[in-house]
């Protein structure tokens, strides 16, 4: 039997939409591989999720400890690897998170099993695991293959796979945690909310987002003059952050803000997942790019493919003799 | 405070067009230009602060070819101490766990308080290196971290998780910690480190004097492989507007209008 395990993701007391997504992941896997779905639910007071959980796994597994109350990988991994040696389920599904990525790697090398993080798709033909993930930052889609293991570890993307209500009655096993002492070379000590700035990019109707194209701090004025004349507010990608050039609270994407405003202008972003996750529920998406291939022009409803300094301020003169 | 840095040398892909070489498992590599992984950058120049508050050496450790001598001068001329290049033909092909067991071959032998390295590589966009050498060092790891705060034997680290949460969490040293980007604002090198550097020698260990077995290592020791590369294809496309930049911006703002955006 080829079972499947899925990690419950869950923080401050509410599930993370990334578990229902692995967990409809794992139930196509697992009847790909002929096995069963097991939801492994790790924490304390944690036992009310199974309702939200039962119908979409086989079996829930839940591990209840104080030692769980936060996430710690050095826990979480003692614990998992502990049932994964007990159950030896074939695929381990992780989600690909601020938690999964901290405990999938260590668990992998104490189990010695291979690992491959970040997956957006997941194969078992004829009973052959591949995966399928992204790399060189969303410009190559690579497949990976796997020498023959007793079990393998795949850390799984989010927005990967469509929530299902595969409609199953699971089964709720109760296990001892095996953790017996604090973990005391990695102690919890809080959570702190991201800053909230002087503008709040979530409540703008039209936004113009920059990004790595900008190339020099100088040229933000070419962008600001843009919002100005559309009426939006300046956000940005992760790199422009970085540079220290526009502050966190204005970032779009998976570590930054997600906004659904009316109109989203993409500028010099070429449209690396972690971007498009904050900003692909805006209702009209335009990209300026000078790379045809960005794949930002994937997710935007209108595209003009060219230097971003000639096509703004263009575009800012026509809109600013459109309004008159 | 005595700090490894893990560094690879990595193509800049983000503003280039990326092609896939007739191999099938390669990109084509000519044309690019190559540097310090960007999260790495961000980990040596941690490493750089610490020591000047500190005290202590940084130690920088690669896996890569010669062409990865430029990566080391690059970080020994903004201040590193020494360099080791890790290097042999029975490396190629190694996933990311082999990487990590080759990393942590060379690094059991030194003495060290403390491990950076990037949270990410833009090659391979894996994550893994940091945390499974931690595991293979027998130390704790905390990954994505964007600030530290060392005091003695001991650090308060922050993670960042998703929409900007942060995590904080008290570590014992010695550990490894995966920094991410823009944790600080990376130093250019001077002049004169650059000719100081040039004049350094770069330690250089290959299979055997890791006390590695070849089986253990490269393709052979790994339990991944990349087995097809293809570039993606889209879904949906968006429409693209033709026309010289004046006929394109005019035509799209005729479009925004039209549709009652503006």
């Known amino acids: 039997m080829k079972d499947v395990f899925a990690l419950v993701e869950h923080r401050q007391g509410e599930i993370l939409d990334v578990t229902y997504e692995i967990l409809s992941g794992g139930v196509e896997l697992a009847s790909k591989l002929g096995g069963q779905l097991t939801a492994v639910l790790l924490g304390s007071d944690v036992g009310s999720f199974t309702d939200q959980l039962k119908s979409r796994a086989h079996r829930i597994v839940v591990v209840e400890d104080d030692k769980l109350k936060n996430f710690n990988s050095e826990a979480y991994q003692q614990v998992l690897s502990a049932l994964i040696e007990d159950h030896k389920p074939y695929v381990t599904l992780i989600p690909q998170s601020g938690f999964g990525v901290d405990l999938a790697p260590s668990l992998a090398v104490e189990l010695d099993y291979p690992l491959t993080t970040d997956c957006y ?108 004349a ?25 570590s930054g803000k997600t906004i659904k405003p009316k109109l989203y202008i993409a500028v010099g972003i070429s449209g690396a997942f972690q971007h498009v996750a904050g900003m692909k529920g805006a209702d009209t998406i335009v990209a ?34 459109l309004k008159g | 405070m005595d700090i490894i840095v893990c560094v690879k040398r990595v193509p800049e892909t983000s503003e280039s067009d990326v092609k896939i070489d007739p191999s099938g498992v390669c990109i084509v590599q000519e044309g690019l230009v190559f540097n310090i992984n960007e999260a790495d950058n961000y980990a040596l120049e941690e490493a750089l602060l610490i020591k000047e508050k500190q005290g202590g050496t940084v130690t920088l450790v690669t896996m890569g070819a010669k062409a990865s001598d430029d990566t080391l001068r690059m970080g020994l001329a903004k201040g590193a101490d020494t360099a080791i290049r890790l290097d042999d033909p029975a490396f190629a092909g190694s996933d990311g766990i082999v990487t990590a067991r080759i990393l942590a071959s060379a690094i059991k032998g030194l003495t060290f308080d403390l491990i950076l390295t990037g949270c990410i590589a833009s090659d391979d966009w894996a994550s893994v290196v940091g945390p499974a050498l931690a595991e293979m060092l027998g130390i704790p790891h905390a990954t994505m971290v964007t600030k530290a705060e060392l005091k003695d034997g001991s650090a308060q680290v922050s993670r960042e998780l998703e929409g900007g949460l942060l995590e904080v969490l008290d570590m014992k040293l010695p550990a490894v910690l995966t920094i991410q980007t823009g944790i600080n604002e990376p130093r250019y090198a001077s002049i004169m480190g650059i000719a100081k550097a040039s004049k350094k020698e770069i330690a250089l260990k290959g299979l055997g004097d890791l006390g590695l077995e070849e089986d253990q290592v490269g393709k052979k020791g790994s339990k991944t492989t990349i087995e097809k590369l293809t570039l993606p294809v889209q879904e949906k496309m968006a429409e693209l507007i033709p026309g010289a930049p004046e006929e394109a911006a005019e035509k799209l703002s005729g479009i925004l209008k039209e549709r009652g955006l503006v």
């Open chain 1, 121 to 228: 798709e997941i194969d078992a033909k004829d009973g052959v695991l591949s995966s399928f993930r992204q790399i060189y930052g969303g410009k190559v889609n690579a497949q990976i293959s796997f020498v023959d293991a007793p079990g393998y570890i795949l850390t799984v993307r989010a927005a990967s796979f469509a929530v299902e209500e595969p409609g199953l009655t699971a089964e709720i096993v109760n296990v001892d945690s095996p953790l017996t002492e604090e973990i005391a070379y990695r102690k919890f000590v809080d959570y702190v909310e991201a800053a909230v700035g002087e503008v709040d990019i979530t409540q703008a109707n039209i936004v113009v987002g920059i990004g790595r194209g900008i190339k020099e701090q100088e040229n933000l004025t070419v962008v600001e003059e843009l919002a100005k």
């Open chain 1, 230 to 254: 559309i009426g939006g507010v300046l956000a940005c990608s992760r790199p422009v952050v970085d540079a220290g050039w526009l502050p966190k609270e204005r970032q779009v994407g998976a």
């Open chain 1, 288 to 321: 300026i790019n000078k790379d045809c291939n960005a794949p930002i022009f994937g997710e935007a409803d209108y595209g003009i493919v060219g230097d971003l300094f000639k096509v703004v301020p263009a575009l800012s003169e026509k809109l600013k003799e």
